[in-house]
């Protein structure tokens, strides 16, 4: 999970490149929309983390239908330059930090909201097993939102995802969850809570955390020595630590875990040794 800042896509001028070379009825239904663009995108704004509360602007069939096909006119050079400057700005999926964005999830969905269907703002970029696999619940939930927004809720400087390492009974036991004591305020810990679990951010973490170790466990064993220098291993976890925290950012599966195990006297002191 990370936040970032919107693209450099000039909004709602960039509403002009859907429009250019369109005929017929797409076009006069694009135009009108566009009378109509600038007070939909500012009243998106203006919601901020309480964007689950707008209401479907009433677009008529025809510029309803209009706004999805244009979004899915896949092979148009004016949609084609749109998702690629979005692709090209997450590269990473912002939702789970594990897979290559090859989607745009549409966070007030299109099909109630097609007013948005074309805004950058409602446009995240995520990976395949985020939105088509597990992103199945609706935005909202509860009277909540449900899943955390890039552009809007700022996480990056708080350390809201925790990994936790036990050895117990001669078993390496790795725990992910989020941290309701990070600083962040309430409503975006509820909304993380929601999206950690709806996304089943917890399994996918320790598949990843789990196979890493493993992978680790003869360097650790070399820093480790014969000696059990347990220091010299702490400082290798730190360096690595350091390393992830640069690359990632503090909200991802790997910084997380390491974080926690470089100071972990369990581990460090053999425990590694169960993995």
Known sequence: MKSSVRPS???PENFDNFIKHRSGHTRVNLVSV?????YYYRHYDSHGS??????????CVG???TMIQVYESYESKAIIAFRDALFEHISVCAYCGLGETVHLDHYLPKSEFAEYALYTGNLIPCCYKCNSTYKKTGYEEGGDRVYFHPYIDSI?????LRASVRVING???IHYNINATSGVDAGTVLVLKKHFKHLGLRERYLKYATSYLSNMKPVFSNEYGLSRDVRKLKDALESKYEDALA????NHWKSALLKNLRSNDEFCGGGFLNV
């Open 34 to 38: 566009q009378k109509k663009i600038r």
């Open 50 to 59: 309480g964007l689950h509360k707008i209401k479907p602007n009433r677009l």
């Open 63 to 65: 510029e309803k239908d």
């Open 9 to 11: 896509i000039v909004e």
């Open 156 to 160: 990056n400087d708080f350390d809201v």
């Open 171 to 173: 078993s390496v036991i």
């Open 247 to 250: 690359e990632y950012g503090n």
